[in-house]
Structures are given as structure tokens and as C-alpha cells.
């Protein structure tokens, strides 16, 4: 068997040459740009304050961090530029004071009062009405508290509290009725205790008085007086 040496051609067979490939020609540079900013050609941002480049950097607040072509930044404190332009700043205070009078022209003061009510001694079921001095022709109702489990009913009215006795409770109130009635508030369960958020009262009286009425029923076992403190924002004066 022949060697490898004596088996590898040195030259091309008879008829045949290598190919040689033509140079590609190269595709020219393109010419350098210029930036807009690095000649200072373009009015630059006057509101922008970073002492550097943000972390969100793009090409626009690059070519503004430095002005010109001298590549040092200008702008190394945070507050903004006086701004040169026309125009002006424009500061607004607004303060409101409410005050209140009566017609007798004494002060009306808006601070919630607190209304301390003991019915008599009531079986179980019983109810004890009341019309109380609540010092305003309107309020707002904002927490009541009672000693034992009752039902509390406001009205702005005595003949409203009359119409609405028969009742019973927990039962809805006829739509189609203007019954007069402020809040139905039963407390059965300790703590004795409501807040209200938005229930306001008015006296319906003709002419109008500072007096809300009452029908507090003891929902006891037992015979007790019922205590109640009821926090109130007089809305009108007296």
C-alpha cells in the first residue's frame, strides 16, 4: 500500500485550477454626526435640576447635562433656575372661619354637647316619652350610650312620635308615610352603645323649637330605669 505522502496530490489534476475569489469591496464610513447640545445650537432645558444623569437616563437629558462642547457639567445643585421669562408666581390662602348667630344677635358656637336623659322606672316592654331640650332646631347625632338594652326613638315632632307608637319593634317603617322619624336605635347586646356618621335631626314644630322627642322602651327582663347620654352637634341656633 502506498504512503500518505506518495497518495496526496501536489498538483491539481489535468484540467482543473483553484479558484480564486475577487476581493469584496469595503463599504465606506459613515461621517461622523453631531449631536444636537454638543454645539450648544439648541436652547437647552432650563428646568432640569439633576446633579446627574438619572438613573433613566436617555439621549436627551445626556446632551443637556453638559452645555457645549467643553464636557463639564454645569448644573451641580438641586433647585431650579430662577426662571427669567414672563409671568410670576401666583400664592392663593384661602381661610374660612363659620361662625353662627341668633336673632337676638348673640354667638352660635358648633361643639357637640352631651344630653344626659333617666326615664322612670319602666317594666319590661314599658316605654317612657319625653320631648328634650337639645339647645338647637337641628342637630347631628354622633353616639349614643344607655346603662341596659332599650330601644331609642327620635322624633321631630310629638305628633310623629304618636303616629309611629303602635309599631312594633324591629318592624320597617311605612314607605309611603311621612312618619317624622330621626333614628330607631335598639340596643340589645353589651356594650349599650351606637355611633352615628351621618343622621341629622330637625325639630318640625310650627313655628320650629330646640326640642327632640323621645320614646324609650326598657327591652329588659326586669323593671329598671334606663339612662341614656346621647352626644349631639347643634346645626341651628335656638
Known amino acids: 500500500m502506498p504512503s500518505l505522502a506518495d497518495s496526496l496530490r501536489k498538483d491539481s489534476p489535468e484540467g482543473y ?28 432645558n432650563p428646568w432640569i435640576r439633576s446633579p446627574i444623569p438619572p438613573v433613566n437616563a436617555g439621549p436627551d437629558t445626556l446632551r443637556q447635562f453638559n452645555d457645549g462642547n467643553t464636557n463639564v457639567p ?10 427669567t421669562g414672563t409671568g410670576g ?6 381661610n374660612v ?7 337676638g344677635g348673640s354667638t352660635f358656637s358648633i361643639v357637640a354637647q352631651s344630653l344626659s336623659i333617666t326615664t322612670p322606672i319602666l317594666g319590661s316592654g314599658s316605654t317612657a316619652t319625653l ?19 332599650c330601644e331609642i326613638r327620635i322624633y321631630g315632632s310629638a305628633a310623629a312620635m304618636a303616629m309611629d307608637a303602635a309599631r312594633a319593634l324591629d318592624a320597617p317603617l311605612p314607605a309611603e308615610l311621612a312618619n317624622g322619624l330621626v333614628t330607631d336605635l335598639v340596643l340589645d347586646t353589651s356594650p349599650f352603645s351606637w355611633n352615628w356618621q351621618n343622621r ?3 325639630n318640625d314644630d310650627s313655628p320650629q323649637a330646640s326640642v327632640a322627642y323621645l320614646a324609650i322602651t326598657n327591652l329588659s327582663t326586669f323593671t329598671t330605669q334606663i ?12
Open 74 to 83: 454645569r448644573r451641580r445643585v438641586l433647585p431650579l433656575p430662577a426662571n
Open 131 to 149: 320631648a328634650l331640650n337639645v339647645k338647637s332646631k337641628s342637630f347631628q347625632l354622633v353616639s349614643c350610650v344607655a346603662n341596659g338594652p
Open 17 to 44: 485550477a483553484p479558484a480564486v475569489m475577487p476581493a469584496s469591496p469595503q463599504a465606506p464610513l459613515p461621517s461622523p454626526v453631531t449631536l444636537p447640545g454638543q454645539d450648544n445650537t439648541f436652547k437647552v
Open 200 to 202: 341629622v335631626g330637625v
Open 89 to 94: 408666581t401666583v400664592t392663593s390662602t384661602t
Open 227 to 238: 339612662q341614656i347620654t346621647i352626644t349631639a352637634i347643634p346645626l341651628e341656633s335656638a
Open 97 to 103: 372661619t363659620v361662625t353662627g348667630s341668633s336673632s
